[in-house]
């Protein structure tokens, strides 16, 4: 489970929540679940993903964000 916070002068505007929920059948593939509150707009965006885990989190934040721009 990961957790990012996005504030703005001390003020929680995105709160990004992730979970991983284990390998796909490719082996070094994770499948990854994500939610997405806006607080700014009062709205949230979930979605799942797959990872390669060794690339890092800023590549699955990246995943992440563009999947959810996607689904705005």
Not at 4 to 23: A, F, R, S
Not at 25 to 50: F, H, V
Not at 56 to 61: A, H
């Amino acid at each position: 489970m990961f957790s990012v916070e996005i504030k703005v002068n001390t003020n929680l505007i995105v709160h990004i929540y992730g979970h991983n929920e284990g390998y796909t059948e490719k082996s070094d593939t994770c499948l990854y679940t994500y939610r997405i509150y806006d607080i700014s707009k009062g709205s949230a965006i979930k979605g799942e993903l797959e990872h390669i885990r060794s690339e890092g989190m800023l590549k699955l934040l990246n995943l992440i964000t563009n999947d959810a721009l996607k689904k705005e």
